[in-house]
């Protein structure tokens, strides 16, 4: 699996998440990954804005987006847009992807487009594309939509709006410039100027004629008046079915004497927000939510499952656990071949205190959509019985990884599948020493390393190596192994990769309307 | 008669030995010993003038001990380093007026603690003369430092900034490698660290949450930042440790007999090293509340504190 010379980069390019790991502050790692941005941009711009296209996170195709946006595109032709696409193509992209995240997570969709702003240390990017992106982006879209949008987002959807069409238009536009707003924001909605005002904290016309396509909002005001008077039967009439985020701030502001679990249960919570907060929830007093784990990622119900088991918390443990095994017999399977999974549950595989355990529940995640895995090897870690009489381990104690491999070695299973951050410390060396013996005396098996600890310090790419000839498959999440696969096939073959990506984008944006950006 | 049973260290045992190049680190294993306060309730508070530092004890019913040349860095201020351990009385604060400016030309009080870390351990012997130590002179440590910075090109003009060192990216890097190459084990309390098989420190902290807080300050800011410079001055010899011959042909089960001898030995052959360390001299330099401290000097021109609550040895932080 080696990586063409000229084009140093891996995977993990597509994977980055600005928090920092077990060992490594998070500049560290962003400064490696920038410089391989940086690389595949200058060395095919093309190619660049095709990988996107893959799986990856949410940050890493904003700063590559945001890349695209920062330069502007000055050729045209075969040598910059294959004959397969269009010369929108760029443009096509960004817009996909930004969609695409949207659906799935909408809060980081935001965030990239902040990032445009200046958000999370970008350099501001404001020219005729983002412009349009952005605005295109907030408003294009029904009223019912755009009614819980503005409410949901105002403080970054103002940012965006000012950032997009700056002090002195806005200004015009919320006092009344008819033209201006038709020419940037009517375009989009014809009614959206309640909105403009409430982003830009003026009060709309709170008449049903002149905010009646905008419920939310009028209640947003309506909850606000409350809070300022202090008028807590009114408060509480409005702050139902209004965003937690929104009553706990406008109750923390105004001091309203309302306690907190009353606002658990009436306000509302995203399905992902009502996993995260149940602790939360419960510290309060309020009754709990009935949370439906079933439909839960499977990453997220092993958060919630060790979480729960590390504080003692044996509440609905059984109920995850059960959530655990129904999602992971649901999902998707991705077959490497009959296999045997190692996974180091040693102290480091812990990760950051930013992401605490991420390391480990991404192994854990990995294995639930492996398909064909004859057995399972802990390496290190420490086995604790959960409320619920189930035995689980924790990461912990040294990494000898050796063992495993002996162990997996030993069942003559074609494909090992090793989940390791790749730091081996007893005794550094024993995993390369072990395989090296094996390799070198006839034993035949396939040896495939995931990574899910980034690392700055890795001899190449991304990731720490346990031997040479293995190149780790970085993975932050365990819903990218496809695009690693891909990635690593196809890097040996730049031509290759581009047709495949074409190919790809035909599959995925070649039904949908090209929109000028 | 080993160095343990010398200071009267018992019930402590040795976990799997680990290793990253040069370094290697046989964690010590045990149960907690006295009744220390949490590490978690003992706060660096501030500098209240240069070579003053102040810590506070939240705990109200145990003293709380400062691990030897324990070193706050900040931004706009001067970092300091403890001139050794120190005790803190039940639900008290107290300050430490014979500690080291390591920022010569840095101007400014420190009011908490922004980065964290233990004074490599070159600098650390330096304090072992009770003399040093014991003395309230703020810069008392400044021309150690430049020497200990010189030829590591890092830094301007010589100064004797000790941040210089530690804010390099690439050797911050290679710290954090460090940091990254060693776990603490379950019940670890602390640690023999071996460069080239050559002991140079034992840290024997009161509990595994004790050690569990400190080691990365130990084993990155102490002894990586030790290991690193000498490498970086081509003052060291590279090698790791020599892995055990497998003989071709040997089946699954040969293999991983070897492998396990080979790594249940190894700590076997380790361990005799520090039979050899001996105490030389034994000055006593505080009581505070039940904790007494003594100054530990060793055959090999090392040393280091121990501090005993009674009888019991509690804390052990010993350079070589």
Request: glycine letters at 8%; charged letters at 25%.
């Amino acid at each position: 699996m080696a990586s063409t010379p000229a084009l140093k980069i891996d995977s993990g390019i597509l994977q980055y998440v600005p928090k920092g790991q077990f060992y490594e502050a998070s500049d560290a790692q962003f400064t490696a990954v920038m410089s391989m941005w940086k690389h595949l941009f200058k060395f095919d711009r093309t190619l660049f804005s095709l990988i996107t296209l893959l799986g990856g996170t949410g940050f890493s195709k904003g700063a590559m987006n945001h890349m695209l946006l920062a330069n502007s595109q000055t050729g045209t032709g075969t040598d910059l847009v294959p004959s397969a696409l269009p010369e929108e193509f760029e443009k096509n992209i960004i817009r996909y992807n930004l969609e695409k995240l949207s659906e799935e997570r909408f809060a980081r969709a935001i965030k990239n487009l902040m990032m445009l702003a200046g958000g999370e240390g970008f350099v501001k990017v404001n020219n005729a594309r983002t412009r349009k992106l952005i605005l295109e982006f907030i408003f294009s879209r029904d009223n019912k939509n755009l009614d819980s949008l503005a409410v949901n987002f105002k403080t970054k959807l103002r940012k965006l709006v000012r950032h997009a069409l700056g002090k002195q238009t806005i200004h015009k536009i919320v006092n009344g410039d008819e033209d201006l707003f038709q020419k940037w924001i009517g375009r989009y909605n014809r009614l959206a100027l309640p909105v403009v005002e409430h982003l830009f904290d003026k009060q709309p016309q709170l008449r049903a004629k002149a905010t009646g396509n905008f419920p939310l909002i009028r209640q947003y005001w309506y909850m606000k008046k409350a809070a300022a008077e202090g008028n807590v039967e009114n408060f509480k009439k409005y702050m139902k079915g209004m965003p937690q985020r929104t009553v706990i701030g406008f109750r923390n502001s105004f001091k309203v004497p309302i306690a907190l679990s009353e606002i658990y249960e009436k306000s509302t919570m995203s399905d992902r927000e009502s996993l995260q907060s149940e602790a939360a929830v419960k510290r309060s007093g309020a009754k709990a939510v009935e949370i439906n784990y079933k439909k839960h990622d499977v990453y997220d119900l092993w958060k919630s499952f060790y979480f729960k088991v590390l504080s003692g918390d044996p509440e609905n443990v059984d109920k995850i656990a059960e959530a655990i095994d129904y999602v992971s017999s649901k999902a998707e399977k991705i077959s490497l071949g009959e296999c045997v999974v190692i996974i180091d549950a040693s102290r480091s595989m812990v990760g950051s205190d930013e992401r605490k355990l991420h390391p480990f529940l991404t192994s854990l995640s990995v294995l639930s959509i492996l398909d064909d895995v004859k057995e399972v090897i802990y390496v290190g870690g420490k086995t604790v019985e959960t409320p619920i009489g189930r035995n689980v381990v924790i990461p912990m104690n040294h990494t000898d990884l050796w063992k495993g491999l002996i162990r997996a070695v030993k069942t003559k299973v074609p494909n090992i599948i090793v989940l390791s951050d790749g730091y081996e410390n007893a005794v550094k060396g024993m995993f390369k020493h072990a395989y090296d013996y094996f390799k070198n005396n006839g034993r035949v098996f396939n040896l495939i390393h995931m990574n899910p600890v980034f690392s700055a310090e890795a001899k190449s790419g991304t990731a720490r190596m346990l031997t040479p000839d293995v190149k780790p498959l970085p993975l932050s999440d365990y819903r990218h192994i496809e695009t690693e696969l891909i990635f690593n096939r196809i890097l040996e073959n730049k031509e290759m990769v581009k047709a495949l990506l074409v190919n790809k984008y035909q599959k995925l944006l070649g039904g949908i309307k090209d929109v000028t950006i | 008669m080993s160095l343990f049973d010398q200071l009267g260290f018992s019930g402590i045992g040795i976990g799997p030995v680990q290793s990253e190049d040069e370094m290697t680190v046989i964690p010590i294993v045990g149960s907690t010993r006295g009744d220390v306060a949490r590490p978690q309730n003992l706060q660096f508070q501030r500098t209240t003038s240069y070579g003053t530092m102040v810590f506070e004890n939240k705990d109200n019913d145990h003293e709380a001990i400062i691990p030897s040349n324990f070193m706050v860095r900040g931004r706009g201020a001067q970092d300091h380093a403890m001139a050794g351990s120190g005790v803190v009385r039940k639900g008290q604060s107290r300050s430490f007026t014979n500690a080291c400016c390591v920022e010569e030309s840095q101007g400014g009080l420190l009011r908490g603690a922004e980065k964290q870390d233990v004074l490599p351990v070159e600098l650390r012997k330096v304090l072992l003369d009770t003399s040093i130590r014991s003395e309230d002179r703020y810069s008392k440590l400044w021309g150690k430092i430049s020497g200990w910075l010189r030829g590591l090109n890092v830094g301007s003009g010589g100064r004797a900034h000790i941040g210089d060192f530690y804010d390099t990216p690439a050797i911050g890097d290679a710290l954090e490698n460090f940091a990254a190459a060693f776990e603490p084990v379950q019940n670890q309390i602390g640690a023999v660290i071996m460069f080239n098989g050559v002991p140079v420190g034992i840290e024997i902290m009161p509990s595994a949450e004790h050690w569990e807080v400190y080691w990365k300050y130990l084993i990155r800011g102490c002894y990586g930042a030790e290991l690193v410079r000498l490498k970086m001055l081509g003052k060291i010899r590279p090698s790791a440790l020599v892995l055990p011959n497998i003989p071709e042909g040997s089946d699954d089960n040969k293999v991983e007999e070897i492998m396990d001898s080979f790594a249940s030995h190894i700590q076997q052959e380790l361990l005799p090293l520090l039979e050899g360390i001996q105490i030389k001299s034994q000055t006593s330099l505080d009581q505070t509340g039940s904790m007494r401290t003594t100054l530990l000097r060793t055959d090999s021109d090392g040393g280091g504190d121990l501090v005993q609550q009674g009888d019991e040895p509690v804390y052990l932080s010993l350079v070589l």
